[in-house]
T-cell receptor, first 114, second 114 residues
Framework: NAGVTQTPKFRVLKTGQSMTLLCAQD?????MYWYRQDPGMGLRLIHY???????AKGEVPDGYNVSRLKKQNFLLGLESAAPSQTSVYFC?????????????FGPGTRLLVL | GENVGLHLPTLSVQEGDNSIINCAYS??????FIWYKQESGKGPQFIID?????DKRQGQRVTVLLNKTVKHLSLQIAATQPGDSAVYFC?????????????FGTGTKLQVIP
């Protein structure tokens, strides 16, 4: 099991460019999440998915879109990158919704928007 | 409003000593709490959790204490080792309809002095 993987690991974008971050998990988990982590702040939820074909907004969804076409993949898209989106992005997954389930995190994608 | 925070941003301890990392929270409507460890350049890693109806839980070299009266959570690491150097943060978990609402603290950096 590779667990949760993220690609790319690092990316530099110019303002206005677009890109897609890929999260993949091989644990057959139902729920997947995208977070951003900024200095001095806790992880903040961008979007999440409770199953294949479903997505929903989290705390900070503006400027991002997501898709969950396959159960194992959760894509995060930036249509027009802004410097405020410079951050470290983490994907996470859990098997299902139960009080004891913890989230399995990927290694992160560092994004720099110039 | 909701607030999951930490008292100290950086904690330095001598190798072999015990470490205590603290977390304050303001929302008492939670199912359980988790402590995560995040090493540099990596995603958060689950350490230990505690349900809201418990006061104490022990793991291997780690103990989590929950004081609901003062809304305080602590992580104790016994015989701290250099490999324990990382950022530690707490998370408050609430099952909320279709997803698991997680509020993360900002983190405390633990530095172990050899």
């Amino acid at each position: 099991n590779a667990g949760v993987t993220q690609t790319p690991k690092f990316r530099v974008l110019k303002t206005g460019q677009s890109m897609t971050l890929l999260c993949a998990q091989d644990m057959n988990h139902e729920y997947m999440y995208w977070y951003r982590q900024d200095p001095g702040m806790g992880l903040r939820l961008i979007h999440y998915s409770v199953g294949e074909g479903t997505t929903a907004k989290g705390e900070v969804p503006d400027g991002y879109n997501v898709s969950r076409l396959k159960k194992q993949n959760f894509l995060l898209g930036l249509e027009s990158a802004a410097p405020s989106q410079t951050s470290v992005y983490f994907c996470a997954s859990i098997p299902g919704l139960a009080a004891k389930e913890t989230q399995y995190f990927g290694p992160g994608t560092r994004l720099l928007v110039l | 409003g909701e607030n999951v925070g930490l008292h100290l941003p950086t904690l330095s301890v001598q190798e072999g000593d015990n470490s205590i990392i603290n977390c304050a929270y303001s929302n008492s409507a939670s199912d359980y709490f988790i402590w995560y460890k995040q090493e540099s350049g990596k995603g958060p890693q689950f350490i230990i959790d505690i349900r809201s109806n418990m006061d104490k839980r022990q793991g291997q070299r780690v103990t989590v204490l929950l004081n609901k009266t003062v809304k305080h959570l602590s992580l104790q690491i016994a015989a701290t080792q250099p490999g324990d150097s990382a950022v530690y943060f707490c998370a408050e978990i609430r099952g909320n309809g279709g997803y698991q609402k997680v509020t993360f603290g900002t983190g405390t950096k633990l530095q172990v002095i050899p």
